[in-house]
Antibody, heavy 122, light 107 residues
Framework: QVQLQESGPGLVKPLEALSLTCTVSGDSVSGFFWSWIRQPPGKGLEWLGFVYYSESTEYNPSLKSRVTISMDTSKNQFSLKLTSVTAADTAVYYC????????????????WGQGILVTVSS | DIQMTQSPSSLSASVGDRVTITCQASQGITNYLNWYQQKPGKAPKLLIYDASNLQTGVPSRFSGSASGTDFTLTISSLQPEDIATYYCQQYNNLPYTFGQGTKLEIK
């Protein structure tokens, strides 16, 4: 059974960097695509980006150059870094595995972590 | 970005009712459309992928269909445990985008 667990600080100061880690068990991070998704309180879901094959990444252009997702295969983890945060970045952050559906195009989030609330406040 | 528009935004139905939620894409997305169920305080759970394929372990009362840029999630007989918010998501183009959600309540 694949399991994902987010970890990191729950409070970040404005203009600082938010850093989260997702630890994966039951699967190897080197074998799939891995993504971060966030959900502001009471609002909908926003895809942030994914990492695959250790170094390849794709990001949501809405975050411009603030987001970096990386992978550590030795620890079976992947991480999110979001710089220059503001109150608008307050959200529950989820990590998720990305798989293909019936075909070869990846984009199905089949396993999710429980989520971690990150609040941006001084 | 592809916009995903769900309707209704909220829905109240009785146990045993047939419930339908729709999702319209702003452009063609083939059938690269997924449905998720999110219960309060929990992570979303994959229900349907590629518009009509039931994820393993999901009850058969859930089904999905597609017609052009319109997609439908149907619950054939609403159960109390189906109370949740439902989201559609496209993956035909990056960035992946979600609908705004449909909150389902019991009447």
């Amino acid at each position: 059974q694949v399991q994902l667990q987010e970890s990191g600080p729950g409070l970040v100061k404005p203009l600082e960097a938010l850093s989260l880690t997702c630890t994966v068990s039951g699967d190897s991070v080197s074998g799939f695509f891995w993504s971060w998704i966030r959900q502001p309180p009471g609002k909908g879901l926003e895809w942030l980006g994914f990492v695959y094959y250790s170094e390849s990444t794709e990001y949501n252009p809405s975050l411009k150059s603030r987001v970096t997702i990386s992978m550590d295969t030795s620890k079976n983890q992947f991480s999110l870094k979001l710089t220059s945060v503001t109150a608008a970045d307050t959200a529950v952050y989820y990590c998720a595995r990305v798989t293909g559906g019936s075909g070869t195009t990846f984009g199905v989030f089949d396993y999710w972590g429980q989520g971690i609330l990150v609040t941006v406040s001084s | 970005d592809i916009q995903m528009t769900q309707s209704p935004s909220s829905l109240s139905a009785s146990v045993g009712d047939r419930v339908t939620i729709t999702c319209q894409a702003s452009q063609g997305i083939t059938n690269y459309l997924n449905w998720y169920q999110q219960k309060p305080g929990k992570a979303p759970k994959l229900l349907i992928y590629d518009a009509s394929n039931l994820q393993t372990g999901v009850p058969s009362r859930f089904s999905g269909s597609a017609s052009g840029t319109d997609f439908t999630l149907t619950i054939s007989s609403l159960q109390p445990e189906d109370i949740a918010t439902y989201y559609c998501q496209q993956y035909n183009n990056l960035p992946y985008t979600f609908g705004q959600g449909t909150k389902l309540e019991i009447k």
